[in-house]
């Protein structure tokens, strides 16, 4: 009865994985006659709106990886070798840092990817090409999404590791006390 | 003169022309190869020197919100100063590391780039 049941979780996340994989593909749509128009005629504009958010988020990116290292060499790893010198449990908080640095990582790749497509992007030739432009717009925008998401769980992780020296901070001074 | 003489006389000859091609083919190799290692470790991205990040430069070098952060000791004992000094510490840190608009898809909308159906 349990390998049934193994097999259909198993089965059950091929697919859905599957589909998860393939999600990204049948949602892009064909532009209509009229943004087909809207596109051919704007194109410097909408060029010149893509070279500024492409100059945008160079600078995030630079600036997001330089303060995701800094929380981990300047902040979380000397706090979780001065518990380890000093005995504390902090198997909690390098099992936080680890999880962090893999987002971090992921956030790398992601963007990586991200920055690939815009700059596939910015390649097309809207006023030539608006149909092919606005397919390759909504991969960028996709692949966005995931440097969006990554971004969050990201600082989830940061807020979790906060919380948990909180809670160390609250039970050494009620230790003291 | 056997047919070795006449190869190594006529390789002599042109000795230093063949040097200077192998050079400049390897130079041409390991420039190629640091190249790809440059693109294919992402550290390009982060490259502002480039023409094509020209613009992205020059808010950097407006961009003054960002402070360094000082180190935490990894040394010393534990108690509850200790955590809140790197409480402090952190949370100047995790403000820089944090914002809810990071990579928002507004500026990339139909809307925002006016290709509106609509339109």
Redesign the interface.
Known sequence: MQKIVLVGVLCASLVAAFFAVGADAEDIVQ??T??VQ??RD?CI??SA?????Y??????????????D??T???M???N???V??G?EAGGLVITTNTYQQQVSSF??S??QY?RLFADLREINCSKQPAVF?EK?QE??FA??D??NI?RD??QT??S??AQ??Q??KT??EG?Q | MNEDDVVNSRFGEHRFIVMIASVVVIAILLVSLALSMYISSGAIQVDLSRPAAEEARERAAQNTTITTTQDFPAEGEINADVYKEFLKLYDGAANQATSPSLFAPEPLSNSALRIDDTQ
Do not use: C, W
């Open positions: 532009p209509t009229a943004q809207t596109i704007n504009d909408i709106n893509l070279d500024r958010i100059a945008n988020d160079a600078l995030v990116r630079v600036n997001q990886g330089r303060a995701y800094v929380l060499s300047s902040l790893q000397p706090l070798a001065r518990l010198l000093n504390s790398r790749t963007y990586q920055e606005y717009l960028v925008r966005r999404e440097v969006r971004t990201i600082q940061i807020k590791y906060r020296v909180a160390l901070r050494e001074q003291a």
